[in-house]
T-cell receptor
Framework: GAVVSQHPSWVICKSGTSVKIECRSLDFQATTMFWYRQFPKQSLMLMATSNEGSKATYEQGVEKDKFLINHASLTLSTLTVTSAHPEDSSFYIC?????????????FGPGTRLTVL | AQSVTQPDIHITVSEGASLELRCNYSYGATPYLFWYVQSPGQGLQLLLKYFSGDTLVQGIKGFEAEFKRSQSSFNLRKPSVHWSDAAEYFCAVGAYAAGNKLTFGGGTRVLVKP
């Protein structure tokens, strides 16, 4: 099956700094990628849809200036948490559909655990 | 808008016993339905999916699920649970019309007693 990687797998940063998380589709191209956020013992909440060559689409309640998304190529999307605060600490997971014109299975990255001190 | 409900937050089952996890969805058209498993601190692994056709779907690790349109349900089952099945299970619904977005249920944590 298709593989999606994330880097880093975990990161600890100081409050006020910015953190960049990468999501890569390793063996397929993805014009769309999705970013989710998961708090401990909770479900995944979709944050935004990353679109190659255009602006990301954010879900209601997600601050676009706080969570910057860039889909630089057909295999890479990045999520930058700007001016991170402790409440941004969470598990961030990306996914990518395998492509095509019909509904396609999404492949998930292993997640990135962010801890803001 | 699509939504998913997993009524059971926790389920404890003895090793070797059967397991059933409930999932109810809400969506105006025929949905695409998924079950994922997540071990602590890990990403999601797809157990099985339903797109169309046979309503009884077989997945990996001995899991199966049945799509029941009349009940808007997609319950996950396993005849005999192994200790390694202890994990968090998520039901999800997707739709092409929704831009391939997935909506997840709240999850069910499965504990396996020896």
């Amino acid at each position: 099956g298709a593989v999606v990687s994330q880097h880093p797998s975990w990161v600890i940063c100081k409050s006020g700094t910015s953190v960049k998380i990468e999501c890569r589709s390793l063996d397929f191209q993805a014009t769309t990628m999705f970013w989710y956020r998961q708090f401990p013992k909770q479900s995944l909440m979709l944050m935004a849809t990353s679109n190659e060559g255009s602006k990301a689409t954010y879900e209601q309640g997600v601050e676009k200036d706080k969570f910057l998304i860039n889909h630089a190529s057909l295999t890479l999307s990045t999520l930058t948490v700007t001016s991170a605060h402790p409440e941004d600490s969470s598990f961030y997971i990306c996914s990518a559909p395998s492509g095509g014109n019909s509904y396609n299975e999404q492949f998930f990255g292993p997640g990135t655990r962010l801890t803001v001190l | 808008a699509q939504s998913v409900t997993q009524p059971d937050i926790h389920i404890t089952v003895s090793e070797g016993a059967s397991l059933e996890l409930r999932c109810n969805y809400s969506y105006g058209a025929t949905p695409y339905l998924f079950w994922y498993v997540q071990s602590p601190g890990q990403g999601l692994q797809l157990l099985l999916k339903y797109f169309s056709g046979d309503t009884l779907v077989q997945g990996i690790k001995g899991f199966e699920a049945e799509f029941k349109r009349s009940q808007s349900s997609f319950n996950l089952r396993k005849p005999s649970v192994h200790w390694s099945d202890a994990a968090e299970y998520f039901c999800a619904v997707g739709a092409y019309a929704a831009g391939n977005k997935l909506t997840f249920g709240g999850g069910t944590r499965v504990l396996v007693k020896p």
